[in-house]
């Protein structure tokens, strides 16, 4: 008789967060996603008129990174970006957040943290 073998574990899930950004007829909403030395984001994006999205990495005071899209006029798809989050522990918070298509012109945004299953508005 052969001996029993134990089955693998399976792997853990990272940590996700949800988000919705709603600006008029234009939104993006998605999924974070919390690795251990990024974030992952993956969100539809829908832009009427022009508009830009951003995504901003903090892990406690530290600031890591700041990524965005292209400005997107008048068009929607899939948006997904990823920022390096390389400290122990990864990032424990992250900004997304909406702009016309001048980048210094702030719609709505939200912030997300680490354990968190949805993110709220800031």
């Keep these: 008789m052969a001996p029993a073998t134990a089955a693998a574990a399976p792997a ?3 940590p996700t967060s949800t988000f919705s950004i709603e ?3 234009s939104y993006y909403k998605g999924t974070v996603t919390w690795y251990n030395r990024s974030v992952g984001v993956t969100g539809a994006f829908k832009a009427v008129g022009c508009r830009r999205v951003y995504g901003e990495a903090w892990s406690g005071d530290t600031y890591l990174d700041t990524v965005s899209s292209s400005t997107w006029c008048d068009r929607a798809g899939q948006a997904p970006f990823s920022i390096a989050a390389d400290v122990v522990g990864g990032a424990n918070e992250l900004y ?3 702009t016309t298509g001048d980048p210094d012109y702030f719609l709505e945004g939200v ?3 680490r354990g968190v299953s949805v993110c709220v508005p800031f």
């Design 23 to 25: 600006v008029g007829a």
């Design 12 to 14: 853990a899930a990272y």
């Design 96 to 98: 997304i957040w909406m």
């Design 111 to 113: 912030v997300c943290y």
